[in-house]
Every structure is written in structure tokens, then in C-alpha cells.
């Protein structure tokens, strides 16, 4: 089992910066990628980038390409956000992929980001 919990979500106004951090604990052996979604009322869920664990490569949605940077380190993964938009605001979830004798995805419990004009 793996548990996970972000923080660092908050109200911000556009052009501003915030960064989340998820913190992974339980099982954390055979973690393949880790990613950050965000959801809104209207739109389903989608990744906004992701790391995979073996090599370190990253990918991002356009629309945050440019402005936000996934890292990792140790067990916590980050979202560096720049140049916030009102688009941005949304639900962030932290999620791992764990591959063992089974692929299992994991979810945190989600945080609000928040963007005013």
C-alpha cells in the first residue's frame, strides 16, 4: 500500500507561484512514474505532468509547459507552478504507479489551487 499527501495548495492571484509537494510513504519500492492531475467541476480528471521513476524524464500538458516543473526527491514529489493563470485553478491530485506482481495507481486526497484575476 502506498500513501500520499500533498501540500502547498493555497489562493493565489495570476502571475503568482506555488509549489506542491506529495509525500509518499508505505510501500514505496517498484514506484515506475509519478504524475500531478488536477480536476475542475466541468472537466475530468487530466494529468499535468509526469516523471518516470527509471531514467527521470518528465512530460507536461500544454497548456503548463513552460511554467511548471516536476521533480522528485527522495520520497516527495514536487509541482514548482510559475506564472499562475485562472485557468489553473483546479482539484490537484499526487499519484504513483506501482508496479509489483500487479500495476497499481495511487491517489492522494487532492488539494485546491486557486487563481484570482
Known amino acids: 500500500q502506498v500513501q500520499l499527501v500533498e501540500s502547498g495548495g493555497g489562493l493565489v492571484q495570476a502571475g503568482g507561484s506555488l509549489r506542491l509537494a506529495c509525500a509518499v510513504s508505505g510501500d514505496t519500492d517498484c514506484i515506475s512514474a509519478m504524475g500531478w492531475y488536477r480536476q475542475t467541476p466541468a472537466k475530468e480528471r487530466e494529468v499535468v505532468a509526469s516523471?518516470?521513476?527509471?531514467?527521470?524524464s518528465t512530460n507536461y500538458a500544454d497548456s503548463v509547459k513552460g511554467r511548471f516543473t516536476i521533480s522528485k526527491s527522495g520520497d516527495t514529489l514536487y509541482l514548482q507552478m510559475e506564472d499562475l493563470q485562472p485557468e489553473d485553478t483546479g482539484v490537484y491530485y499526487c499519484?504513483?504507479?506501482?508496479?509489483?506482481?500487479?500495476?497499481?495507481?495511487?491517489w492522494g486526497q487532492g488539494i485546491q489551487v486557486t487563481v484570482s484575476s
Open positions: 516523471i518516470t521513476t527509471s531514467d527521470g
Open positions: 499519484a504513483v504507479l506501482r508496479r509489483a506482481t500487479t500495476s497499481i495507481q495511487y
